[in-house]
C-alpha cells in the first residue's frame, strides 16, 4: 500500500523537484556506496594494522625472554613483561614455559591478576587470533631448535572500534556536506533541462486557454529539448493551418446554409400560397361535386321516374294493340292464313315490348331500392335458379360443371338477379351447341382477397374489342334474329354488383365461350 501512496506523491511534483530529487538521489547513492566501501577499507586496514603491530612487540619481547626463561629467572621476566605499561591497548602479557605453566605475567588492571591468558595451547607457531574485545598474539620463545616456551600478548581492539567510529563520523559530515552541494548544484544546473520544458507547458497552457495558435516557443538548445520544442511549433503551425481551414470552412458553410434558408424560405412561401390556392381550388372543386351530384342524384331521380312513367304509360297502348289484335283473329274466319300471321307477328311485338319495359321497371328498381345484406347461400341458389330454367332448356344437352361456392354477403334478392341473367346468358348463348358446357364456380383475388364468382360456358363468345359495350343498357353484341334478348340484363348485374362495392369483368373469344366473373366483398350484415 505504501508503494502506489509514494508513487502518487511523486507523480505531483513539479520537474523541477523531481529532476532535483533524482540528482541528489543519484548523488546521494553514489555517495553512501564509496563512503560504506571506504569505512569497510578502514575497519579491514585497522584488523590488518594491530596484529602487525602487537605482532612487533611481541617478536621483541620473545627474543628478550630467551635468556630469562632458559635460567628460569622470573624477575627479568616479570621486568621485561613490565615494560608494556607504555602501550594503554596491551591487557595483559604472559610467558609459559615448556610445560604449559604460566612462568610470568603482565596485566595492566589488577583485577586480572592470575588469568589464564591462553590456556591448552596446541601450537606455538606465530599466530593471532580475536575475540569479541580483544586480540590475542602468541609467540613461541626458542632457543636453537629446543622449545623453551611461548609468548602470548592479549590486545584491546576498543582502538579498532574508535577508529571505525572516527571514520563514520567523518565520512557522515562529508556526505551531509556533499549532499548540501548536491542540492545547490542540482537546483542551478536543473533548470537547463527544466527551463525549456517549463516553457513548453507554459505556452501550451496559453494556447490552451486563449485559442490563440499563432504562439510558439523559443529554441534555447541544439539538443534532444531543442528537437522538441521545433517539433512543438510545427505541430502548432499545423493545427493553426487546419484551424484557418476549418474557419474558412466554416464560414462558407454559414453562407451556404444561409442561402439555402433564403431559398427554404422563398419556397415555404411559395409552397404555403401553392397550398392555399390548392384549398381554395379543393373547396370550389368540392362545392362543384356536391352541386354537380346532387343534380345527378335529381337527374337519375328524374330519369327513373320517367323510366317507370313511360313503361307504366306503353303499357296501356300494348294492351290495347294484344285487346284489338285478340278481337281481329276473332272476326277473321280461320281460312285465312296469311291475315292470322300477322296478327302473331303483332302478338310477338307486343310481348317483346312488353319484356323490354319489365326490363326497364328491372333496371330502375336496383337503383332506387333498399337492400338487405344478409348470408346468402350460393349453393343452393344455384341449384333454386337452374332448376327454374328446367322448362327453357328442355331437351337440350347441357353438362353443367358446379364447384362448391363459398356463401355470400349480400342482398339476396339481387344475387338472384345477378345468377338468373348470367345463368340465363350462358343457356341463351350455348344454344347452337350440341352440347352445351357450363361450369360455375370461385377462385380466391390473390391481391384483395375477395371471392371471384364465375359463370363460364362454351357459347358463341364475342370479340374482346367490344367489351366496353358489354356492360351498357340496351347495348348488344349479337342481332336479335340470331338471340333475343333487351339489352338491359348485364347492365342491370353490373349495377347489383357496383351497389355491392364490388367488380365485374369479362374473358371470351370468338365461338369458343365467354366467362363472366364478379366479386362481392365481405361487409357487415343486417341480420
Not at 566501501?37 to 594491530?50: C, H, P, Q, S, T
Not at 328524374?302 to 313503361?311: D, G
Not at 302473331?344 to 328498381?365: C, P, T
Not at 366467362?515 to 361487409?523: E, R, S
Request: net charge negative; aromatic share 8%.
Amino acid at each position: 500500500m505504501s508503494a502506489p501512496a509514494s508513487t502518487g506523491r511523486v507523480n505531483h511534483r513539479s520537474i523541477q523537484n523531481k529532476i532535483i530529487w533524482v540528482m541528489v538521489a543519484t548523488s546521494g547513492i553514489s555517495l553512501f556506496t564509496a563512503s560504506l566501501a571506504f569505512i569497510i577499507y578502514d575497519v579491514a586496514e585497522g584488523r590488518k594494522a594491530l596484529p602487525k603491530r602487537i605482532g612487533i612487540l611481541a617478536n621483541i619481547l620473545s627474543f628478550e625472554s630467551i635468556s630469562a626463561l632458559d635460567f628460569r629467572d622470573r624477575d627479568v621476566l616479570s621486568e621485561t613483561l613490565s615494560s608494556l605499561k607504555g602501550d594503554e591497548s596491551l591487557v595483559a602479557a604472559g610467558v609459559y614455559d615448556s610445560d604449559d605453566r604460566l612462568f610470568a605475567a603482565y596485566y595492566r588492571s589488577s583485577g586480572n591478576v592470575g588469568a589464564q591468558l591462553a590456556p591448552h595451547l596446541e601450537s606455538y607457531d606465530d599466530q593471532y587470533y580475536f575475540t569479541d574485545d580483544s586480540l590475542f598474539v602468541i609467540r613461541g620463545i626458542l632457543l636453537g631448535d629446543r622449545r623453551l616456551g611461548a609468548l602470548v600478548v592479549q590486545a584491546d581492539t576498543r582502538e579498532l572500534t574508535s577508529r571505525m567510529k572516527r571514520s563514520v563520523s567523518i565520512v557522515g559530515v562529508l556526505f551531509l556536506l556533499s549532499i548540501v552541494v548536491a542540492v545547490v548544484i542540482a537546483s542551478k544546473f536543473q533548470r537547463v533541462i527544466t527551463a525549456p520544458i517549463l516553457q513548453l507547458s507554459s505556452k501550451a497552457q496559453e494556447i490552451s486557454n486563449n485559442q490563440d495558435y499563432g504562439i510558439r516557443a523559443e529554441r534555447t538548445s541544439d539538443d534532444e529539448l531543442g528537437v522538441l520544442v521545433d517539433s512543438f511549433n510545427h505541430m502548432l503551425t499545423q493545427i493553426q493551418q487546419r484551424d484557418d481551414n476549418l474557419k474558412s470552412l466554416n464560414e462558407q458553410l454559414e453562407d451556404r446554409v444561409q442561402e439555402r434558408t433564403r431559398k427554404l424560405e422563398v419556397e415555404i412561401q411559395d409552397r404555403k400560397r401553392a397550398e392555399e390556392k390548392i384549398r381554395v381550388l379543393n373547396a370550389e372543386l368540392e362545392d362543384r361535386v356536391l352541386k354537380r351530384t346532387k343534380q345527378l342524384e335529381l337527374a337519375n331521380k328524374e330519369l327513373e321516374s320517367f323510366a317507370y312513367t313511360v313503361s307504366h304509360d306503353l303499357r296501356a297502348p300494348l294492351r290495347h294493340a294484344a285487346g284489338f289484335a285478340e278481337l281481329l283473329e276473332e272476326c277473321i274466319a280461320e281460312e285465312h292464313e296469311e291475315p292470322r300471321e300477322y296478327i302473331q307477328y303483332i302478338n310477338e311485338s307486343v310481348q317483346k315490348m312488353d319484356n323490354l319495359i319489365n326490363d326497364l321497371l328491372s333496371f330502375s328498381r336496383t337503383g332506387r331500392q333498399g337492400m338487405t345484406i344478409t348470408t346468402v347461400s350460393m349453393d343452393k341458389l344455384i341449384t333454386e335458379i337452374i332448376d327454374e330454367f328446367a322448362i327453357q332448356i328442355g331437351d337440350r344437352t347441357i353438362k353443367w360443371d358446379l364447384s362448391p361456392v363459398p356463401d355470400a354477403t349480400a342482398d339476396p334478392t339481387m344475387m338472384r338477379l345477378i345468377l338468373s341473367n348470367l345463368i340465363g346468358n350462358a343457356i341463351k348463348y350455348t344454344g347452337t351447341r350440341d352440347v352445351a358446357r357450363v361450369a360455375i364456380g370461385c377462385s380466391k383475388d390473390p391481391a384483395e382477397g375477395d371471392d371471384i364468382y364465375f359463370v363460364a360456358d362454351n357459347g358463341v363468345g364475342f370479340n374482346m374489342k367490344y367489351k366496353d359495350k358489354l356492360f351498357g343498357v340496351f347495348q348488344r353484341l349479337h342481332s336479335n334474329e340470331e338471340f333475343e334478348g333487351t339489352g338491359i340484363g348485364l347492365a342491370t348485374v353490373r349495377r347489383i354488383v357496383t351497389r355491392h362495392k364490388g367488380r365485374i369483368w369479362a374473358e371470351s373469344e370468338v365461338d369458343k365461350g365467354t366467362t363472366l366473373y364478379f366479386t362481392i366483398p365481405k361487409q357487415e350484415t343486417d341480420v
